[in-house]
Structure formats: C-alpha cells, structure tokens
C-alpha cells in the first residue's frame, strides 16, 4: 500500500475552503488508485473520492459531490483534496491510501483493503 503522507487540515468556518495534499512515493503513486477517506470520532471510516493516477479517473461520495474536487499532480507524486463550501458534518481526520489498480466507483469498498493508515490531517468545521 506504500507510504503516503497526508497534510494540510485546519479549522474552518462553515462554507469555507481547505486543500489537503496526499505525497506518495514513486512506486506507491504510479499506477495507483489513490483515495480520500474520513473518520469522525465514533463513526466509520468514510470514502470520500478517488482518482487513478495514470487516467484521472475520479469519483466522488455523493455526500461531497459539487464541494470537493480530486485532483494530481504527476510531477510531485501527489493528489489533492479541493474542499469548498465545507459543512460541520465534514469535520474529521482525513487519510490518503492508495491501492495499484483501477478505481471503483464504489469508492467505499476500497477501505476493507487498506490495512495500514497514515496520521491523517484533521479537519475541523465550525457553524
């Protein structure tokens, strides 16, 4: 699954924006399917989208669909999470993982296949 290392988490205000950055290694990042995922304290982890690194095929939760773009980044290896008009119920630590194949559209059923997360960024969204 390869070493990714997520960054640039904060505390918003609802309706604000926040980009967070997901560094993969070469070998991690190339061919990849590479996802975004959340857990609020208490709740299940949560895929949020996910974007193969050599199509930019990506999908979307339907919860964030129209606020939140996936994006690449081939020369630095990295995938970012564009994160506009944020709501409270975005609040949560969010991971990077990534997986040498296609992307699903069922972009959930990627979590049973991660074994080992990252330290997350945290993402805090006030009202």
């Known amino acids: 699954q390869g070493q990714l290392v997520e960054s640039g988490g904060g505390s918003v205000q609802a309706g604000g924006s926040l980009t967070l950055s997901c560094v993969a290694s070469e070998d991690t990042y190339s061919s990849a399917c590479i996802g975004w995922f959340r857990q609020a304290p208490g709740k299940e982890r949560e895929a949020v989208a996910n974007i193969y690194t050599r199509g930019g095929s990506a999908f979307y939760a339907d919860s964030v669909k129209g606020r939140f773009t996936i994006s690449q980044d081939n020369a630095n290896n990295t995938v970012y999470l564009q994160m506009n008009s944020l709501k409270p119920e975005d609040t949560g630590t969010y991971y990077c993982?990534?997986?040498?194949?296609?992307?699903?559209?069922?972009?959930?059923?990627?979590?049973?296949?991660?074994?080992?997360w990252g330290q997350g960024t945290q993402v805090t969204v006030s009202s």
């Open positions: 993982a990534a997986r040498p194949m296609f992307c699903s559209r069922d972009i959930q059923s990627m979590v049973r296949f991660i074994d080992n």
